[in-house]
């Protein structure tokens, strides 16, 4: 491994999401992740990232059978005693993140137990408590309380540093209902803030970091409304050419992207997603799309699925614009009260130039046609890739 990188310690109960969680952070599919009755980390593995200045240690899951209770325990302890053993402040461990399941809303006191005898090498070591599978507000607030209530009693308290909610990645509810990821820029902004000087990186580094992040994230948000909107667009007898049918799909797809680029939803910005609704249901966005289709000569499929491909299309042009939008509000470069520029850019996203991908698109779609590939074929439309 390189030098004077900082160390970060995952710790948690199995399936909490480390994996899960640590892949979203860098951005890449390092860490294995499924569904099972044990762990999918059978052993402590390091993880790094050129783009960032922090290791990520996965490490087994803590277990909730007697048999192998503690297993995860000792093979933290046996791990951290012989990194310390090499004498290298390389070797420290700078930061901790112990996962919370947000879904459980219970933290019982011996897996706090678990977590202090694992670190017992790293009495006064940051912790940031990452409440994972964050899916619902009011449930963040009653489990930031319940992490508080949980480590008051505890004697490394003062080493709490921050409760983060998080959704690492976006959460299909149904075929049209979806959250969209939180809390990632956050955690990453206090992971950086809590390590220590010498280690911490350059603020315009992690910024950048956090602004690819931040693209990604909001592109997989973009395709799971696009398959929200295709699902919707394929329901037999809805006229498409009414687009008020999406407003559902897109006022949560225009809320998604703004919350991960920290753009809040106020008076202030009313007008703005007023605006952008209004373009995808009733403008710019589904008139042209609408209407480019119903020219298109030679159509081979049938009404359902051209209705699905023009819904999804409506759908992935206005997240495209959304994206751009909200990123350049969020760079500080453009205001929520820009409402013309706001509005030449979604009309600019519905170009002669993508009717014609899209049209394109339209030959490798059939009756047989799976909603995978119908989205697939959008997004390859629409974002070039």
């Known amino acids: 491994m390189s030098k004077e990188k900082g160390n970060v310690l995952v710790l948690g109960n199995s399936g909490v999401g480390k994996s899960t969680l640590i892949n979203s952070v860098f951005g890449e599919e390092v860490a294995k992740t499924g569904w099972g009755t044990t762990g999918t980390t059978p052993t402590i593995t390091v993880y790094e990232s050129k783009k960032v200045n922090f290791r990520l240690i996965d490490t087994m899951g803590f277990e909730p059978t007697i048999r192998r209770k503690y297993k995860a325990v000792r093979e933290v302890q046996k791990w951290c005693k012989a990194r310390a053993k090499d004498d290298l402040p390389d070797n420290d461990i700078n930061a901790i993140w112990f996962c919370v399941d947000g879904t459980a809303r219970k933290l019982f006191v011996d897996t706090i137990d678990m977590l202090l005898k694992a670190t017992s090498m790293w009495k006064k070591t940051p912790i940031i408590v990452v409440i994972t599978k964050s899916y619902s507000n009011t449930d963040r607030q009653a489990n930031i309380m319940m992490v508080k209530e949980a480590f008051s009693k ?8 921050a409760i983060i909610p998080v959704v690492a990645q976006t959460y299909e509810i149904n075929d049209s209902t979806y959250v969209a990821p939180e809390g990632i820029s956050e955690l990453i902004d206090k992971t950086n803030e809590v390590l220590p000087e010498g280690i911490r990186e350059a603020e315009k580094i992690i910024q950048d970091f956090k602004l690819s992040r931040k693209r990604a994230l909001a592109h997989s948000v973009v395709g799971t409304a696009t398959a929200a909107g295709v699902t919707v667009g394929a329901v037999p007898n809805i006229p498409i050419a009414d687009g008020v049918i999406l407003t559902a799909v897109e006022s949560t797809l ?7 680029y920290g753009v809040k939803s106020d008076d202030k910005s009313k007008e703005m997603f007023d605006t952008l609704i209004a373009a995808g249901t009733a403008g710019a966005a589904a008139k042209a799309i609408i209407s480019a289709f119903k020219l298109i000569p030679g159509i081979n499929v049938a009404a359902s699925v051209l209705n ?3 819904a999804g299309s409506i759908v992935a042009a206005l997240g495209e614009g959304c994206l751009y939008i909200f990123e350049q509000i969020s760079l500080g470069k453009k205001s929520v009260s820009d409402i013309e520029w706001i509005k030449k850019v979604i009309e600019e996203k519905i170009s002669p130039e993508l009717i014609k991908k899209l049209e394109n698109a339209l030959k490798n779609i059939s009756d047989t046609s799976s909603k995978g590939e119908i989205v697939g074929q959008i997004m390859k439309a629409v974002f070039g890739k």
Do not use: F, L, N
Not at 154 to 161: A, D, Q
């Open 154 to 161: 505890s004697k490394r308290s003062e080493c709490v540093k």
């Open 254 to 260: 225009i809320k998604s992207i703004a919350s991960i």
């Open 308 to 310: 699905a491909v023009v």
